[in-house]
């Protein structure tokens, strides 16, 4: 009998063992809930080829380099009918160092803008100020007979570099704006110079300043217009929010968004989510190195949502409105069509800055959550501090 018993009560043991272990195992093959969070190359949209200056990753129009040391090479004119007054120093000191200033901060430090000015003299321009047709619309023809007008002025060789930037003379009132011609620049003889060219003209002077050379040599990197090319407002799709729409604007800083595309954010500060659920973020200040810079959201294989911190920090101290900014980016849509639209989350509040867009942020001070109805995603501010803030994503 005390063998039976001994025998009974091991195999009571084994029994809840096996119990135990059948249990276990049901409640570690059950799935985990889906994270919205994902692994950050989902959001990392790629360019459309056939978009123009499409604003996805990969975009191919031999731009200039965006890391490193963009190299660039300036040149002086003046014209029979518009003559120089001023030095070619004076007109080199105009935009750099102050430029090759802003893109080191804007970079972080990843791009170094090397201006090599020939300031020896202006180099006359064969035919009148007036002459070149120098209005809006004005054709890639026409455009680069300028440019090789002034490289047959020039002369001399130059050796290959990244940006040709022509500078005329502030008294040449017919050259009146500053386009950036987007094709490989050579001589007439057919001898390479540069992968684009840079001219400027009169606006610089009288509007932009040297940060009209910034917003330029964006395009270099192959980075749109933000600003409406119909002749809209200028700051209906993103306000004053980047100086590839409102060069001017108070808050001029590059977007995380082209921050990240251009190699200057790396991808350990990007958080993606692209599954619906809700998740916390935190983020810095876009301004400052170092942190999370950006939560991009996706919502198809070309379009995301993204939010990012804006403070009156660095090139942003001009700013009239700080907190989470929020931005939608398609890259199916051309440079100067909106492929950047900042969403309004204080509609009809009169904005500031001349903008109703200038005060679209998300702060606790001010509106904390928005939904993106159309998306189905809220973003909400969590907390605020001097480092940063946390905010929360939902995803429907």
């Not at 090599?116 to 007036?130: G, K, N, Q, T």
């Not at 570099?161 to 094709?183: C, R």
């Not at 993204?306 to 090139?315: F, I, M, P, Y």
Request: aromatic content about 10%.
């Amino acid at each position: 009998m005390f063998e039976v018993s001994v025998i009974m009560g091991s195999l009571r043991t084994a029994l809840r063992d096996l119990a135990r272990l059948a249990l276990a195992a049901a409640v570690s093959a059950r799935p985990e809930p889906l994270s919205p969070r994902a692994d950050v190359s989902a959001c990392k949209l790629a360019a459309n080829s056939n978009v123009y200056l499409s604003a996805g990753f990969g975009y191919e129009l031999n731009c200039a380099p965006s890391t490193g040391t963009l190299r660039a090479f300036m040149m002086f004119v003046d014209f029979p009918d518009q003559g120089a007054v001023e030095t070619p120093e004076s007109l080199r000191d105009f935009f750099v160092p102050a430029a090759a200033e802003w893109y080191a901060a804007s970079s972080y430090g990843a791009l170094a803008l090397d201006v090599d000015a020939d300031v020896s003299r202006f180099y006359r321009m064969p035919a009148p100020a007036a002459s070149y047709g120098w209005d809006r619309g004005l054709s890639s023809e026409a455009h680069e007979k300028y440019i090789q007008d002034a490289l047959d002025a020039y002369g001399g060789a130059i050796e290959p570099t990244d940006v040709l930037y022509v500078v005329p003379t502030a008294t040449a009132t017919a050259i009146s704006f500053s386009p950036t011609f987007m094709g490989d620049v050579e001589t007439r003889a057919g001898v390479y110079v540069a992968r684009k060219s840079v001219t400027f003209g009169l606006d610089a002077y009288e509007t932009w300043k040297y940060l009209v050379l910034n917003h330029e040599t964006g395009h270099t990197m192959c980075l749109p217009d933000y600003y409406p090319l119909n002749g809209s407002a200028t700051g209906l799709f993103i306000g004053g929010w980047d100086l590839m729409g409102l060069i001017s604007g108070p808050s001029p800083d590059y977007f995380a968004w082209d921050k990240w595309r251009l190699g200057w954010l790396s991808d350990d500060q990007i958080e993606c989510v692209a599954e619906s659920g809700s998740s916390t973020h935190a983020l810095t200040p876009l301004e400052t190195t170092g942190g999370s810079k950006a939560v991009v959201i996706k919502h198809d294989s070309t379009n995301v949502l993204v939010a990012e911190l804006r403070t009156k920090d660095g090139l942003n101290s001009g700013s009239c409105a700080t907190g989470v900014l929020l931005y939608t980016i398609s890259t199916t849509t051309p440079t100067g069509e909106g492929p950047v639209r900042v969403v309004d989350v204080t509609p009809n509040s009169g904005g500031c800055a001349d903008d109703e867009l200038n005060d679209a942020t998300l702060s606790l001070a001010g509106t904390k959550s928005y939904t993106v109805a159309q998306w189905g995603v809220t973003v909400t501010v969590v907390s605020e501090s001097d480092d940063g803030v946390e905010i929360e994503v939902e995803v429907q």
